[in-house]
T-cell receptor, first 114, second 112 residues
Framework: NAGVMQNPRHLVRRRGQEARLRCSPM?????VYWYRQLPEEGLKFMVY????????ESGMPKERFSAEFPKEGPSILRIQQVVRGDSAAYFC????????????FGPGTRLTVT | GQNIDQPTEMTATEGAIVQINCTYQ??????LFWYQQHAGEAPTFLSY????GLEEKGRFSSFLSRSKGYSYLLLKELQMKDSASYLC?????????????FGGGTRLMVKP
């Protein structure tokens, strides 16, 4: 059973470009979470999605950032017009459900904005 | 909201025991998690506490006191490969779903 998969593992973008980060949850998992980790800092929650629905996006910046989890295919975190401050590791996690279920993390995408 | 505190760095000797503390404040506590994260890698699940007491899993144990808002992760018989960051995370039932709030992580260095 493959774990959580994220691609690309490393992404370099120039200021003003768009970044698209993909996450395929573990097989059977329908709950996806995106976290951001700035250098030397802890993980910060961004958004929680279930299939075709955004459940909680309280941690996501209001502008330039969006997320989706379509019925078919991976979850996508999209950052438009990237700025240097967006440089970070972006981790996706998935779980089987809520309450009693732990989250499994993907390997992360390291975004560098030049 | 939540507030989670843990030491930034700790150093210990191979073969020794180390205790990493975590204190938290949350309105609707619904479980505490410990994750291990090696540099440049994904966090991996270590332990989960929702009731008071000690949970033991091999060389790693985790303790929780809900009345004190306190947990610790105990690592025994330290090995060099235990050098990593250890993340304390709290789940709050006031948050939709299973969203975790993480502390800043404790970077543990194990020396020979």
């Amino acid at each position: 059973n493959a774990g959580v998969m994220q691609n690309p593992r490393h992404l370099v973008r120039r200021r003003g470009q768009e970044a698209r980060l993909r996450c395929s949850p573990m097989k059977g998992h329908s709950h996806v979470y995106w976290y951001r980790q700035l250098p030397e800092e802890g993980l910060k929650f961004m958004v929680y999605l279930q299939k075709e629905n955004i459940i909680d996006e309280s941690g996501m910046p209001k502008e330039r950032f969006s997320a989706e989890f379509p019925k078919e295919g991976p979850s996508i975190l999209r950052i438009q017009q990237v700025v240097r401050g967006d440089s970070a590791a972006y981790f996706c996690a998935s779980s089987l459900g809520t309450e009693l279920y732990e989250q499994y993390f993907g390997p992360g995408t390291r975004l560098t904005v030049t | 909201g939540q507030n989670i505190d843990q030491p930034t760095e700790m150093t210990a000797t191979e073969g020794a025991i180390v205790q990493i503390n975590c204190t938290y404040q949350t309105s609707g506590f619904n479980g505490l998690f410990w994750y291990q994260q090696h540099a440049g890698e994904a966090p991996t699940f270590l332990s989960y506490n929702v009731l008071d007491g000690l949970e033991e899993k091999g060389r790693f144990s985790s303790f929780l006191s809900r009345s004190k808002g306190y947990s610790y992760l105990l690592l025994k018989e330290l090995q060099m490969k235990d050098s990593a960051s250890y993340l304390c995370a709290v789940r709050d039932r006031d948050n939709a779903g299973n969203m975790l709030t993480f502390g800043g992580g404790t970077r543990l260095m194990v020396k020979p």
